[in-house]
């Protein structure tokens, strides 16, 4: 593992001095860019993202979890494996898409923690589309049926990091088969857009595709904080979702996904009896093209209710600190939040090529006090995709953020602590950062190194900082 992640930022600084390329000194203010779980360990089971997902545009992406095709397609890209002699494009011909992909990711840890270790943790994804128009005739539908596997280990919990997020998103969500997607999807002329199966909620709400390692800055940011009933990708949950309007200009939808807990360690449970409630989403999107280069921009508001409720944080049945008193827990009718996902071109070297560019984004979610141990999350940073024009596949990222505990989930455990006289840990604030180098090997073959930096320095416990070096791989078949 030691020797995989070296070579990994050998390669970077290779490719880095042999590239002769202009800076922003240039940069021309207004342009974006668009790209995906539960942060809060030692729970293994923390939500996560799309895998190999590199949108070049703003619109929500609703291409398969590997590869670079889209249904709506005429001619699919294919992976590594190519057109194996023809048989890819016959199927096609047919309307039908399959496709392969593997995504690995390794850390090992340079400060905190109370080992030095090497991990690695992985994701193999078997997914295919299938458009019933060229099936059946059906006009505007189409489906999905996509397998998720996860293996290998994760260095945030085996080399006791302490930290709310893992560094390895790809861990998480049991090490399991699981059914992730398995949809149908129907529009009715252009503005109208009916998917009904089972799906994880960040496939249509909260869409941010996931570039970073650490999982704080990777995916839909719901998952972030509400983890524990906000199932990301891989988790599938049966589900609704209307959409009116286009991905091109603005939107309008909503969702509803049953909450199951089920479907943590069951990858393929149809069992709808253990459901505990419904998890009801909606979102208002809009892509404004910025300026006379047509800068994309891509702008996300939504919110939740989740029905089933939950526990609260402070108060007992009879509106009494709990810890004090004791007694039951007040039991809050539904748990609520609501997130913000916007990213927006900002510059080109070449006004004239939108594959080179820079993009900004800044993420931010907060959900209810009276349920939630972490209250808010905000998320920033930029991508420069093509920051070299002899490299233009290649990538620079950064990304930065803060996961902020509720305090009123703070004061409860600090009154526990007095009154029992216990030293429970208390939730921290969490402050972050990660920079990469992306380096597209071939056009299916992508290393990623990366370098993350967390710090609890601004919390009541004084926790060491973590310093993380990380590779990431990504392989589509």
């Known amino acids: 593992m030691e020797r995989r992640l070296l070579s990994g930022w050998a390669a970077a600084l290779l490719v880095i001095g042999a590239c002769p390329c202009v800076g922003l000194a240039q940069a021309q203010p207004s342009a974006p860019r668009n790209t995906e779980e539960s942060t809060i360990l030692p729970d293994p089971n923390a939500p996560q993202r799309l895998p190999l997902d590199r949108p070049s545009t703003p619109a929500p992406d609703t291409r398969p979890a590997v590869g670079s095709v889209d249904p709506r397609n005429i001619g699919p890209k294919f992976g590594l494996l190519g057109n194996l002699g023809g048989i890819r494009d016959r199927l096609w011909e047919h309307g039908i898409l399959l496709n392969l992909g593997y995504v690995y990711e390794g850390a090992t840890n340079a400060a905190g923690g109370d080992r030095t270790l090497a991990r690695g943790a992985a994701q193999f994804t078997a997914k295919g589309l299938f458009d019933f128009e060229k099936m059946f005739g059906l006009e505007g539908g189409s489906g999905a049926v996509t397998l998720t596997h996860r293996h290998g280990r994760d260095l945030t919990l085996d080399a006791h990091l302490g930290t709310q997020t893992s560094v390895e998103e790809i861990y998480g969500r049991s090490r399991i088969w699981r059914l992730s997607q398995f949809w149908y999807d129907q529009k009715f002329g252009p503005w109208v857009d009916l998917k009904i199966g089972r799906m994880p909620s960040s496939d249509d709400f909260a869409g941010f595709a996931c570039e970073f390692q650490l999982n704080a800055l990777c995916g839909a940011p719901t998952g972030k904080i509400a983890g524990n009933y906000i199932y990301n990708y891989p988790v599938g949950q049966w589900a609704t979702r209307l959409r009116v309007g286009t991905a091109d200009t603005a939107y309008v939808q909503v969702g509803a996904y049953q909450v199951n807990p089920d479907n943590l360690v069951d990858?393929?449970?149809?069992?709808f009896s253990k459901g505990t409630g419904a998890l009801i989403l909606s979102e208002a999107g809009?892509?404004?093209?910025?300026?006379?280069?047509?800068?994309a921009g891509s702008y996300k508001v939504g919110g939740w209710h989740e029905t089933s409720g939950g526990n609260d944080v402070y108060l007992n049945d009879r509106r009494l600190p709990f810890p004090m008193y004791r007694g039951q827990p007040l039991h809050d009718d539904g748990r609520n939040g609501l997130y913000f996902v916007g990213v927006q071109e900002v510059?080109?070297?070449?006004?004239?090529?939108?594959?080179?560019?820079?993009?900004?984004?800044?993420?931010?979610?907060?959900?209810?006090?009276?349920?939630?141990?972490?209250?808010?999350?905000?998320?920033?940073?930029?991508?420069?995709?093509?920051w070299c024009a002899e490299r233009p596949n290649d990538w620079i990222g950064f990304g930065a953020g803060q996961?902020?505990?509720?305090?009123?989930?703070?004061e409860a455990i600090e009154l526990s602590n007095l009154v029992t006289r216990t030293n429970r840990r208390l939730p921290w604030q969490e402050r972050f950062?990660?920079?990469?180098?992306?380096i597209?090997?071939?056009?299916?073959i992508v290393v990623r190194p990366n370098?993350?930096?967390?710090?609890?320095?601004?919390?009541?416990?004084?926790?060491?900082?973590?310093?993380?070096?990380g590779l990431t791989s990504l392989i589509t078949f």
């Open 267 to 271: 990858g393929f449970s149809f069992n």
């Open 286 to 295: 809009w892509f404004p093209k910025v300026g006379g280069a047509g800068y």
């Open 347 to 386: 510059y080109r070297p070449d006004p004239a090529n939108t594959v080179r560019n820079v993009s900004a984004f800044v993420r931010a979610v907060a959900s209810d006090r009276e349920t939630s141990i972490y209250s808010a999350q905000v998320t920033g940073g930029f991508i420069y995709k093509g």
């Open 403 to 410: 996961t902020t505990p509720n305090p009123r989930a703070v």
């Open 433 to 438: 950062v990660e920079a990469f180098y992306s």
């Open 440 to 444: 597209a090997v071939t056009d299916n």
């Open 451 to 469: 370098i993350q930096y967390i710090t609890r320095r601004a919390t009541p416990e004084q926790k060491p900082d973590v310093v993380v070096f």
